[in-house]
């Protein structure tokens, strides 16, 4: 995939799963969420190959903001970040986790016949409970999360899978133009492999295409292996990689003193 399109990906990204507070160090793009630790929601995006001006003054300067909102400083690097940030921080001791892939399917190879038709839930309030079941997150999370929910501007599907008013799985995806992002995809550990993911995640494709998307899209750790055998069943193929650094405790630790 070439830069250009990895950059409307990023882009979609950024508007389907939108932070509490967005800044800009050029071409970085610095998001913090009080209300929700996810990594996405509170990181620093380089978005450009190019932009590797003052590297050492302007990481300084986001690792004081983060600190500032009481959020470890986290980069995302994609490849729109200049090898040159990745090269700084792994000279200054960052860590490397969350490995992930970025995949997409093109709706004209997407078999689609066995999805139902879903009409996503309106009530953003039952969606967050059954969000909250499915993924065993923390009750501390539910104001959070209802309000990046809340946010998010693009056409929005939540999509609840029930068993006798159970919720089983769930999914939310993100019409943005002729892109489809689909985020909060889980299924309840006890239903797992018995084919409730799949038929959510065909719904919310199915509506997608008919909203006018082309292209869906999805990001899963790239550790887990479930998902993904899921998701290239259903056609998905690996778009592009990123993953995420911090830094050193020592750094927090000598910043203390």
């Known amino acids: 995939m070439d830069l250009a399109m990895i950059r409307r990906f990023e ?3 950024l508007r389907a799963w939108p932070a509490e507070t967005v800044s800009y160090d050029g071409t970085w793009v610095l998001r913090l969420t009080a209300g929700h630790p996810a990594k996405r929601l509170n990181s620093v995006n380089p978005l450009d ?41 792994d000279e200054a ?4 986790f969350g490995h992930s892939l970025v995949m997409v399917l093109d709706f004209d190879n997407a078999a689609l016949g066995e999805a ?5 839930l309106k009530d953003r309030q039952r969606f967050v409970n059954a969000t909250l ?3 065993g997150y923390e009750e501390k999370l539910r104001s959070g999360l209802s309000r990046v929910i809340g946010s998010i501007r693009p056409d929005t599907g939540l999509f609840v899978l029930e068993e006798d008013d159970e919720p089983i799985a769930t ?8 892109l ?10 006890e239903w797992r492999g018995k084919g409730f993911g799949r038929r959510v995640l065909l719904s919310a494709l199915k509506w997608a295409r008919s909203q006018g998307a082309e292209k869906a899209w999805l990001q899963v ?37």
């Open 171 to 178: 999914a939310i995806c993100v019409r943005d133009g002729a």
């Open 93 to 96: 001791g960052w860590t490397t």
């Open 11 to 13: 882009a979609a990204g």
């Open 49 to 89: 190959p190019g932009d590797d001006r003052n590297i050492e003054e302007r990481v300084a300067r986001a690792v004081k903001q983060f600190e500032a909102y009481g959020r470890k400083p986290t980069f995302r690097i994609s490849p729109l970040c200049s090898p040159s940030i990745s090269r700084f921080l």
């Open 221 to 257: 750790e790239a550790d887990n292996g479930a998902a993904l055998r899921l998701y290239q069943a259903l056609g998905f193929r690996e778009a592009y990689r990123y993953h995420y650094r911090q830094p050193p405790e020592r750094l927090g630790e000598e910043r203390a003193r």
């Open 133 to 135: 079941t499915v993924h």
């Open 180 to 189: 489809a992002g689909l985020f909060e995809i889980a299924t309840q550990p």
């Open 116 to 120: 139902m038709d879903q009409i996503p």
